[in-house]
């Protein structure tokens, strides 16, 4: 019986000094909380994309790209954009062109259902971050969107 009670201390501890306190950690909570209610709205939306698929989306939306520069964007091998790009095609929300110049180059648009699902998940996103956000005070959404931008703006700097 002592045995149990001093393991179950020992990660009590380990909880403590290791996981609790991490930085990594909270932010990993922070993200998750945020994207399971932004789940929970495409769900409910009937949107059936995969996470690795909605960056792409998102930034497509802005401006077509060449393969090569949404993984540049995205930080993600080729393969794994190949694959994400196969699969929105074949739902038709982008299409794959050649570069008018540069024939080595394919060119990745968001199609007319692609621009309409963008626009919907942006929506879905804005919801889910008010949602999300609605346990804070005014005062408090400034003070942690300073501080995160700040953090963030730091980091990029390494």
Partial sequence: MEKKHTDRESFSNFW???ISDSFFFQIHR???AIFRRTNALM???GITLQ???LPLLMILHHKSLSQRELSDKT???KSSILRSISALEKKNLVEVVKDKIDK???IVSLTDEGIAL???IRLLMKRAEEEVMSVF?????IEALNAVRSYADKLEML
Avoid at 137 to 141: N, T
Wanted: hydrophobic residues 25%.
């Fill in 137 to 141: 005070s005014p005062k408090e959404k």
């Fill in 16 to 18: 403590k000094e290791e």
């Fill in 104 to 106: 080595r180059k394919n």
């Fill in 75 to 77: 930080m993600r091998d």
């Fill in 30 to 32: 922070i993200k998750r």
């Fill in 43 to 45: 769900f409910e939306a």
């Fill in 118 to 120: 963008a626009k919907n």
């Fill in 51 to 53: 996470l690795e698929q």
